[in-house]
């Protein structure tokens, strides 16, 4: 499955954006798909998941609350909506997409072998 990141840009502090990330290729509804981001200087890490099938969703402790995956199979799209964003959100969100994922693996990046190129989210204070 190839995947294709988009919209990131800049925002201001407490503004909300989606980002998108569609999938071309077969059985995109046994992926799990997940957003990792990496900030400058800092090692990447875990936003958000949705698993294959039934769409559990899996969130960091620093978006709970905040931001909302879902998946659309038909359009073979995950959104991540993202609301209250501060400073320390940005970073470059990529995502990412594994088949059959384990529960407790969704949130381990080395699971994901198939990574879109990235959108960046700035947002300014």
């Known amino acids: 499955v190839q995947l294709q990141a988009s919209g990131g840009g800049l925002v201001q502090a407490g503004d909300s954006r989606r980002l998108s990330c569609s999938a071309s290729?077969?059985?995109?509804?046994?992926?799990?798909v997940a957003w990792f981001r990496q900030a400058p200087g800092k090692e990447r890490e875990f936003v958000s998941a949705?698993?294959?099938?039934?769409?559990?969703?899996y969130y960091s402790d620093f978006v709970k609350g905040r931001f909302a995956i879902s998946r659309d199979n038909d359009k073979k799209t995950v959104y991540l909506q993202m609301n209250r964003l501060q400073p320390e959100d940005t970073a470059v969100y990529y995502c990412?997409?594994?088949?059959?994922?384990?529960?407790?693996?969704?949130?381990?990046?080395?699971?994901?072998?198939?990574w879109g190129q990235g959108t960046q989210v700035t947002v300014s204070s």
């Open positions: 949705v698993k294959y099938g039934v769409g559990t969703t």
């Open positions: 990412a997409a594994a088949s059959c994922l384990h529960d407790d693996n969704h949130i381990v990046e080395r699971y994901y072998n198939f």
């Open positions: 290729g077969r059985g995109f509804i046994n992926y799990s």
